[in-house]
């Protein structure tokens, strides 16, 4: 089955420890990206990848990091949360940039 | 500055009728339209999509217009049924080798049965 697998689906934590939010798609995509949707702001996008070692930032990058070392994953990194990161998350896939993205199941963070 | 705007943040149909969700876009170099559904805790789901060189692209019960003078697009359901009630995403992008794209903040249907 075609899917995009985010792990942990729910993490609360604290100020300052460093996780990573893992994400991994089984379709071969080569577009991958992040997002994270708060209320009234819709879904944001965070950072992208073209392709392997290739990333970018998105439009609220601010905080994260990403890294793409192999097509099917792409982490991405809270070296140092803090409560305005408090969101919930989705990684997403597809072919290209401009092609439909399939979506994970979403993540829900929560720092305190 | 909001790209794509999605003004009525809800929506409330009866079952059986037209639900219709708007979305207005403000850069003009979009040139495909695209729209989402999202049930409570899970990931978004492509729904329909229109490139900016037609006016109109149905599937089954999903109609999307698009208004390019306007700057303008709609998505029409048909009749509509409760297991339509989610949130509908619109999400434009522009062609090109980083093209991204940008969504609204979603607007929330509820079909009454």
């Known amino acids: 089955e075609a899917q995009v697998t985010q792990n942990p689906r729910y993490l609360i934590t604290v100020t300052g420890k460093k996780l990573t939010v893992t994400c991994s798609q089984n379709?071969?995509?080569?577009?991958m990206s992040w997002y994270r949707q708060d209320p009234g702001l819709g879904l944001r996008q965070i950072y992208y990848?073209?392709?392997?070692?290739?990333?970018d930032k998105g439009d609220v990058p601010e905080g994260y990091k990403v890294s793409r070392k192999e097509k099917r994953n792409f982490p991405l990194i809270l070296e140092s949360p803090s409560p305005n990161q408090t969101s919930l998350y989705f990684c997403?896939?597809?072919?290209?940039?401009?092609?439909?993205?399939?979506f994970g199941d979403g993540t829900r963070l929560s720092i305190l | 500055d909001q790209q794509v705007k999605q003004n009525s943040p809800s929506l409330s149909v009866q079952e059986g009728r037209i639900s219709i969700l708007n979305c207005d876009y403000t850069n003009s170099m979009f040139d495909y339209f695209l729209w989402y559904k999202k049930y409570p805790a899970e990931g978004p789901t492509f729904l329909i999509s229109?490139?900016?060189?037609?006016d109109k692209n149905e599937d089954g019960r999903f109609t999307v217009f698009l208004n390019k003078s306007a700057k303008h697009l709609s998505l029409h359901i048909v009749p509509s049924q409760p297991g339509d009630s989610a949130v509908y995403f619109c999400a434009a992008s522009a062609t090109g080798a980083n093209s991204k794209l940008t969504f609204g903040k979603g607007i929330t249907l509820s079909v009454r049965p």
């Open positions: 379709m071969n995509h080569e577009y």
């Open positions: 997403a896939s597809s072919f290209i940039s401009s092609q439909p993205q399939h």
């Open positions: 990848s073209m392709n392997v070692e290739v990333t």
């Open positions: 229109i490139s900016s060189i037609k």
